[in-house]
């Protein structure tokens, strides 16, 4: 499986295949969602055919989910090998939260891909909202609905046993 993989990349022209995917400048970044190559210039999503679109069609929901702003999943180069990812949503819960007001923590997750010659480094921004940031480290509102559960079913017990 790899070995096909090797040939077919080298028979393909290599002009063709590094070519951002909405003009003739040099690809860059891929974006995360429509998979497609992209320069500097279209690599974030208002910027590019499939994700503007998208994003177009999206807009009603994509709402902070505390006080009902629009937020606006993002992603931007900023040099040749250095791209960003905004998606806008809460890591713990899944919901959108906006930048302003409501994002209560910031990490980053970074990752490296190579392409071709180069090494490209991701940043995907992650978001805690109000309620997600004090438990960032058990994994958000799902993570402590898990928790209640167990201890729910630890109070059952002892109360089953305390009653006469
Ligand atoms: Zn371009
Ligand atoms: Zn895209
Ligand atoms: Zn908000
Ligand atoms: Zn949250």
């Given at each position: 499986?790899?070995?096909?993989?090797e040939?077919?990349?080298?028979?393909?022209?290599?002009?063709?295949?590094?070519?951002?995917?909405?003009?003739s400048?040099?690809a860059?970044?891929?974006?995360?969602d429509?998979?497609?190559?992209?320069?500097q210039?279209?690599?974030?999503?208002?910027q590019h055919?499939?994700?503007?679109e998208?994003?177009?069609?999206l807009?009603?929901?994509?709402?902070?989910?505390?006080?009902?702003?629009?937020?606006?999943?993002?992603?931007?180069?900023l040099?040749?090998?250095?791209?960003?990812v905004?998606?806008?949503?809460?890591?713990?819960?899944?919901?959108?939260?906006?930048d302003?007001?409501?994002?209560?923590h910031?990490?980053?997750d970074?990752m490296?891909?190579?392409?071709?010659?180069r090494?490209?480094?991701?940043?995907?921004?992650?978001?805690?909202?109000?309620?997600?940031?004090p438990?960032?480290?058990?994994?958000?509102?799902?993570?402590?609905?898990r928790?209640i559960?167990?201890?729910?079913?630890i109070a059952?017990?002892?109360?089953?046993?305390?009653?006469?």
């Open positions: 499986m790899q070995d096909t993989g040939i077919k990349h080298i028979h393909r022209p290599v002009t063709a295949s590094r070519r951002c995917h909405e003009c400048d040099e860059l970044g891929r974006c995360p429509c998979g497609f190559s992209f320069c210039d279209h690599f974030p999503k208002q055919a499939p994700c503007a998208k994003q177009m069609k807009a009603q929901t994509q709402v902070c989910y505390v006080c009902g702003v629009q937020v606006y999943p993002d992603q931007w180069s040099s040749k090998t250095l791209h960003f905004d998606q806008f949503t809460c890591r713990g819960c899944g919901r959108h939260i906006c302003a007001l409501h994002t209560k910031k990490t980053e970074v490296i891909v190579r392409e071709g010659m090494g490209h480094r991701y940043q995907y921004v992650n978001r805690y909202c109000d309620l997600c940031a438990l960032s480290s058990v994994g958000g509102i799902k993570g402590l609905a928790f559960v167990v201890a729910g079913t059952a017990t002892i109360l089953f046993f305390l009653r006469p």
